[in-house]
């Protein structure tokens, strides 16, 4: 019985190892098929060969196109098959990318149909490169076909590539030029603190929008969006900003309209930006407030916003507000403002956001006491409630009491702010005897009025005691 078992085991592992060896065979006849499939049609087909210099032989200028291809090959799958392939450092001194070595050719296939490419050098007597150039090698019969569209793939691919790893930079205007300087914020939609569906939402705007060339120009359209975020200080519109622009790989562009002069000023600033960018004006409703000061008038603005200047394709515009209250409609309306986008100041959903990402914190025992004093009307902006976190970041409960104090002393002062304002749209007391004023006075003024009125004298008049004892007075 033993030897049948090994006799069994034995002849399993003969059989596994025939049918690999079998497999590999087989394997290695379908490949060399084929190659020589591959080898039997380059021979019976007629080829075109097509030549991209490195130097435009003209005008001995760089030719765009060489560089463009240089990057789509180095990028193709395909490139490991090569014979010979250089290990070159990326721009980080981890990376390691591959590239196409001198005279080794690529495969490439673009709608059913196989290209290759060669890269092409010339030397002279001394084994000096002379010339470089790329020679695409296409059937003739495919020409016709593909050859448009495949140059097109190409730009577009090469055009991707250089965009993801180009270094952002930021412009900001003085004496009518723009100087820039890299930008480097490392804002992020997901870092930002708003409303999720809100924020889906605009990133599957910002995301279709990058799609939408074809059809706006179908539509007769100039490819741009514009959009208004407005808002209190503090509550992202600058962060949006920056995340925006590292969502799409997009230059800053900020328009400072106290250093415009005048609108051809501002029209010539508006020429000299660059496809693929952000344009921002920032308070802009603070630069209406301020219009009698200003050297643009409206109408040159709404122009900057919208006219035959701004025809210039994958723009976006951003412009930020406080608030639209008082602001002209025709500066909002659909088509010059594609969307807007508000920026409330801080509930407790957004705290909640906020110490899950500066502490860490998802639940903890202080979060019902800070619920119910943003209950209670409470509020602050998100920037001041994230600088408190970052400050107190190593003590998540100490960051938490700090946030509870500084919400307090704000639902106090608002408390004191409306009081000012009640009793200043209160009626005068009227002139009666000595006797009888104070009684009047107090008959004249609001239930609500006096009642804040006589808290704040208790507290005027009672001994100094802990800071939370005064808060829940106050609230009650």
Partial sequence: MVVLNLFLICFSIICFIFLVRLFLHWTALIYVVRKLTEWVEDRVHVHQHLKVPEVNESTQQQNQFYRRVSLYLNSLPSLEDSDFTNLCSGKNPNDIVLSLDDDQAI???????????????????????VSRSFVLRIK????????????????????????????????????????????????????????????????????????????????????????????????????????????????VYNVN?????????????????????????????????????????????????????????????IFTMNGKDGIDSDLLRPGRIDMHIHFPTCDFNSFKNLASNYLGVKEHKLFPQVEEIFQSGATMSPAEISELMLVNRSSPSRALKSVISALQSNSRNAVAARLSESVASSPAPPSVSEDGGAAAWKEAMPKEIRKLYGMLRLKSCKRPGSFDHDSEMIER
């Fill in 140 to 251: 003739k019969k495919d020409k016709r076909r593909i050859l448009k569209p495949y140059l097109q793939h190409v730009h577009t691919v090469s055009d991707d590539i250089e965009q993801r790893g180009r270094e952002l930079k930021i412009y900001n205007n003085s004496n009518g030029k723009w100087k820039s300087v890299p930008f480097t914020h490392p804002a992020s939609l997901d870092s930002l603190v708003m409303d999720a569906d809100v924020k889906t939402k605009i990133q599957n705007d910002l995301e279709t929008f990058l799609k939408s060339k074809q059809y706006y120009h179908k539509l007769g359209r100039v490819w741009k969006r514009s959009y208004l975020l407005y808002g209190s200080s503090g509550t992202g519109k600058s962060s949006f900003v920056a995340a925006t622009a590292n969502l799409l790989n997009y230059d």
């Fill in 257 to 317: 309209l106290s250093q415009v002069v005048d609108e051809a000023d501002l029209n010539t600033l508006l020429l000299q930006t660059a496809c693929r960018s952000l344009i921002v004006v920032e308070d802009l409703d603070r630069y209406f407030s301020e219009k009698s000061r200003a050297r643009i008038t409206t109408s040159g603005l709404l122009n900057f916003m919208d006219g035959l200047l701004n025809s210039q394709d994958e723009r976006i515009m």
């Fill in 107 to 129: 495969q490439d296939v673009f709608l059913g149909a196989r290209v290759s490419w060669i890269n092409q050098t010339q030397r002279d007597h001394q084994n000096e490169v």
